[in-house]
């Protein structure tokens, strides 16, 4: 958020008697609020207050999140250089566990000395206001990977976190139970006053109504998805979306019929539904009120994260025979031309892997569909909870994609956890299906259909993708981080795999030897 003084000839008109209440303010620019500045008080009974001066006013410009139309794109032009600072695990805009990056690697900061003016540096660095809270441990949830930062002592004028004074980590420094986090005061948009929620049996869950052109109506469901409800529920101030629901006939408690909205397609990241691509004429294919769209929001959600390094660490070329891909080839875990092979003869060429995905959330991940549909699989001996589970893809550098594979959630369970956490799924004995807050569950790379069918692919530079939760069928508090790309380089006979990182970070780096 930044300050501006506003022109004297928009004052004039604002002159009118005020009842003055401080004078003589004097701050130094680093306090976390005004009232941390010197200042006097009237009294009640003064008199000629204020003597040949006038209300001191300030006009805020909001930061580059919450800027819309052509100031947004003219903010964004001049911003090439890579962000070196970002919240995670915030229910809500301006809240989150603080992330900063070096040498290309994001990591969380320690809480020692962690407070109120550290986090108003953090706050004002990303475009908010000022910090309303300091948050310490890990109230938003533990990171991974390295912690970067600790013993954080800002004066309150530095432009970067990084300008702070501070103490490198050690691994004995600092776990991650005690990474910090930030609360920001954040502008008043008043987007929360152009939708509300009807019906529901709680204040989180409803029909979504949205006023849209001065008149309140409901939102076409045709096409509403995670995406669309959880800017729905940012909108609403309710956190994340858990669920997006596409018949609402159970809560019809409103007068409200008309529909005024259909169409709506969201990235995501948007803080409003008006900013969501939409129709300019409303067309939906299932009107009234029974298929208008719905919500279902929570303040916590869960958050996968693949462990990139073990991939890399992992990765391997085996030509596996025929008669012992049955299993495999019952659940489309081959390439198409595997269909044409002379079974059971012949083998086909597959690039294995672990992987090993965190819930790094603040909820447990679980399946979007019930027991009670769950898939029993005879040739594996267990239930599917979800139809694919990950994406993996082998594409060339520009992006096309020549080999591809897919798992569906053959069990999630918590194969391991945190010191201090139990766990709580099991696949064994019909057991219920998830991955606790604080464990990781492990797929190892000699298990069917942990790999890609390459027998059709010609020597060359690669990139291998992998992507979790790729439908986005399960809400999770972040889904920027739910892919993973590796360098690969495959002489026909042998591949390398390198610089294995998540998201969409640049491939960089040399190979680091050949996997076999």
């Known amino acids: 958020m930044v300050l501006t003084s506003p022109a004297p000839r928009r004052l004039s008109a604002h002159r009118h008697p005020l009842n003055y209440r401080l004078h003589s303010v004097s701050c130094l620019g680093h306090e976390a609020h005004l009232s941390l500045c010197s200042f006097e008080f009237y009294r009640g009974n003064a008199t000629g207050v204020c003597k040949g001066g006038m209300p001191a006013v300030v006009g805020c410009v909001p930061g580059p999140l919450f800027a819309t139309g052509s100031a947004q794109k003219k903010k964004r032009r001049p911003q090439q250089v890579q962000k070196r600072l970002r919240l995670k695990g915030g229910a809500r805009p301006g809240e989150g566990r603080v992330e900063v990056l070096r040498n290309n690697e994001w990591g969380t900061v320690c809480d020692d000395r962690w407070n109120l003016v550290s986090a108003g540096v953090v ?96 939102v076409c469901s045709t096409g509403w998805s995670t995406t669309e409800a959880m800017v729905a529920c940012r909108q609403l101030g309710l956190g994340y979306a858990m669920h997006a629901v596409t018949e609402t006939w159970y809560w019809d408690a409103s007068n409200v019929t008309e529909m005024v909205l259909s169409g709506v397609k969201c990235t995501g990241q948007e803080m ?80 294995r892997f672990s992987s090993q995905i965190h819930n790094n959330g603040r909820a447990d991940f679980r399946p979007k ?36 594979g897919h798992k569906a959630s053959f069990c999630l369970e918590d194969t ?35 790999w890609i069918d390459i027998t059709d692919v010609r020597p060359g530079n690669y990139i291998l993708q992998v992507v979790i939760n790729p439908r986005y069928e399960v809400a999770e508090s972040d889904f920027t981080n739910n892919a993973m790309k590796c360098n690969c380089k495959y002489d026909g006979h042998r591949i390398w795999v390198h610089n294995c990182h998540i998201g969409l970070a640049r491939l960089l780096g040399g190979p680091a030897g050949p996997k076999w």
């Open 369 to 404: 569909a019930g027991r009670h549909s769950w898939v029993w699989h005879e040739c594996h001996g267990h239930y599917h909870s979800m139809d694919i589970f990950t994406h993996y893809d082998l594409l060339t550098p520009n992006g096309t994609k020549v080999a591809e």
């Open 123 to 218: 706050c004002r660095e990303l475009g908010f206001g000022s910090a309303k809270e300091a948050l310490t441990g890990a109230r938003m949830g533990q990171g991974m990977g390295p912690i970067h930062m600790n013993e954080v002592q800002c004066a309150g004028s530095e432009k970067s976190l990084w300008s702070c004074p501070h103490k490198n980590i050690t691994k004995e420094g600092c776990k991650h139970s005690e990474d910090a986090g930030v609360r920001c005061n954040i502008p008043s948009m008043g987007y929360e006053n152009t939708i509300r929620i009807v019906g529901g049996r709680t204040a989180f869950e409803g029909r979504v109504e949205v006023k849209h052109a001065g008149r309140w109506g409901t």
């Open 272 to 351: 409003t539904l008006s900013h969501c691509r939409h129709h300019d004429t409303v067309t939906c294919q299932k009107t009234g009120t029974r298929f208008a769209a719905g919500v279902i929001c929570s303040e916590t959600a869960s958050d996968l994260l693949l462990h990139a390094p073990l991939v890399q660490e992992t990765a391997y070329i085996e030509d596996r025979p025929l008669h012992m891909l049955y299993c495999a080839a019952e659940e489309n875990c081959l390439s198409s031309s595997a269909r044409q092979a002379n079974w059971p003869y012949g083998h086909r060429r597959l690039l």
């Open 416 to 450: 391991e956890c945190q010191e201090d956490v139990g766990k709580r799924y099991e696949c064994a004995n019909f057991g219920e299906q998830g991955i606790t807050v604080g464990c990781w569950d492990l797929y190892r790379h000699d298990i069917d259909c942990q």
